[in-house]
């Protein structure tokens, strides 16, 4: 399958600062896209997830962008705070598996500092 | 409801040593999936099970086994471990498919020697 990836491995904000991070795709059919944070030594946690049916989609706190024109999408991070600290992945259904399983990107470290 | 359980939390073998990883889950999940991480990386699929006695391959699966004999466990197999096999493994489970009921396990911490 199309492979998801990401531009940057680490990203370090401050408190308070908005953080944005983003997300390339190579597949111009994909069109489901979730967005994933890891904590250290936890699993995976769902986030938001958006259809391409949709440039934006708000959740709290956080918004993702998607521009299918470019394949890429990005997540943004309002007021960004300590516990927000973690790995985020995005990732898109596998069609082998009856879009019942995921493709990962290799994923971003967000660093907050206070 | 303690939702998807991994044991053991951290494992050492040595090469050519055989083990099983358990992953339960008590959500009645028909859809369970195991994914390996390796340092730096995206989980990559194993193998996965859309129900009980129903399992496929996914991107990795050479060197494990799996079966699905109830709807609640699904263990994860190495028959002959290898180093290439340390990695930090994770177990999930959705209700029908559908990711965003999707749940991952906290992981199981495997090291090949």
């Known amino acids: 399958g199309e492979s998801v990836g990401l531009h940057l491995p680490t990203l370090s904000v401050q408190e308070g600062d908005n953080s944005i991070i983003n997300c390339a795709y190579s597949n111009s059919a994909s069109d489901y896209f979730i967005w994933y944070k890891q904590e250290s030594g936890k699993g995976p946690q769902f986030i938001i997830d958006i259809r391409s049916n949709m440039d934006k989609r708000q959740g709290q706190r956080v918004t993702v962008l998607l521009n299918k024109t470019v394949k890429h999408l990005s997540l943004q991070i309002a007021a960004t705070q300590p516990g927000d600290s973690a790995v985020y992945f995005c990732a898109e259904p596998r069609p082998e598996s009856g879009y019942s399983t995921l493709t990962f990107g290799k994923g971003t470290m967000l660093l907050v500092s206070p | 409801n303690a939702g998807v359980t991994q044991t053991p939390k951290f494992q050492v073998l040595k090469t050519g040593q055989s083990m099983t990883l358990q992953c339960a889950q008590d959500?009645?999940?028909?859809?369970m999936s195991w994914y390996r991480q390796d340092p730096g990386m995206g989980l990559r699929l194993i193998h996965y099970s859309v129900g009980a006695g129903i399992t496929d391959q996914g991107e990795v699966p050479n060197g494990y086994n799996v079966s699905r004999s109830t709807t609640e466990d699904f263990p994860l197999r190495l028959l002959s471990a290898a180093p290439s096999q340390t990695s930090v493994y994770f177990c999930?489970?959705?209700?029908?498919?559908?990711?965003?009921?999707?749940?991952f396990g906290p992981g199981t911490r495997l090291l090949v020697l």
């Open positions: 959500m009645n999940h028909e859809y």
């Open positions: 999930a489970s959705s209700l029908d498919g559908q990711l965003m009921t999707q749940y």
